[in-house]
């Protein structure tokens, strides 16, 4: 059972923006750099996002991170049916010692 | 371009030790800015991990894990391994190697192996 709580889907048309949550506490996100991974059906996890609202080389810039207090979001603007995925977030926490994952998002595109 | 693939066997019996390794080419696994991990998913489930070591050996593991993990590192063939003991169902999954910075984000993966753990 993750830590790191996501809505289990969310959806919208192409073109539209959808941003998905991850909630946390002090141990874990209010305290650590969070990242958002891409996981498309039948493939490992692609970093996404990382130390809260950073993108890697190659990833296009309508992906985008925050974070505020005890939470993160990403967001996804220009919506491409290539974005259907499940996307999680990550991050150290404290507590636990740990790594952790939030338990993921599921995207479609209507 | 950073490369990991894994190896090792796709079936394991239970109580048995699953034993996986990850192979590194296209760059060093020496560096000293990287560590380098092992996360699971089980099937149609979220991510896990597993732990992680630094090239000079160090290790850390999830406690919910760790008094059945080790984690190895051959620098020289720049692989690293992943021993899990006295495996259950429950440790079906895919198993992924990836590189990870000191701020954990996990920025190279391998494509992952199917572990399945039955008689």
């Known amino acids: 059972q993750s830590v790191l709580t996501q809505p289990p889907s969310v959806s919208a048309a192409p073109g539209q923006k959808v941003t998905i949550s991850c909630s946390g506490s002090s141990s874990n996100i209010g305290n650590n750099y969070v990242s958002w991974y891409q996981q498309l059906p039948g493939t490992a996890p692609k970093l996404l996002i990382y130390e809260n609202n950073k993108r890697p080389s190659g990833i296009p810039d309508r992906f985008s991170g925050s974070k505020s207090g005890t939470s993160a979001t990403l967001g996804i603007t220009g919506l491409q049916t290539g974005d259907e995925a499940d996307y999680y977030c990550?991050?150290?926490?404290?507590?636990?010692?740990?790594?952790?994952f939030g338990t993921g998002t599921k995207v479609t595109v209507l | 371009q950073l490369q990991l693939q894994e190896s090792g066997p796709g079936l394991v019996k239970p109580s048995e030790t699953l034993s996986l390794t990850c192979t590194v080419s296209g760059g060093s696994i020496s560096s000293s800015s990287y560590y380098w991990g092992w996360v699971r998913q089980p099937p149609g489930k979220g991510l896990e991990w597993i732990g992680s070591?630094?090239?000079?050996?160090?290790?850390y593991y999830n406690p919910s894990l760790k008094s059945r993990v080790t984690i190895s590192v051959d620098t020289s063939k720049k692989q690293f391994s992943l021993k899990l003991n006295s495996v259950t169902a429950a440790d079906t999954a895919v198993y992924y190697c990836?590189?990870?910075?000191?701020?954990?984000?996990?920025?190279?993966w391998g494509q992952g192996t199917l572990v399945t753990v039955s008689s």
């Open positions: 990836a590189r990870h910075a000191h701020d954990p984000n996990f920025d190279y």
């Open positions: 990550g991050t150290w926490d404290s507590s636990l010692s740990a790594h952790v």
């Open positions: 070591i630094y090239y000079s050996g160090t290790t």
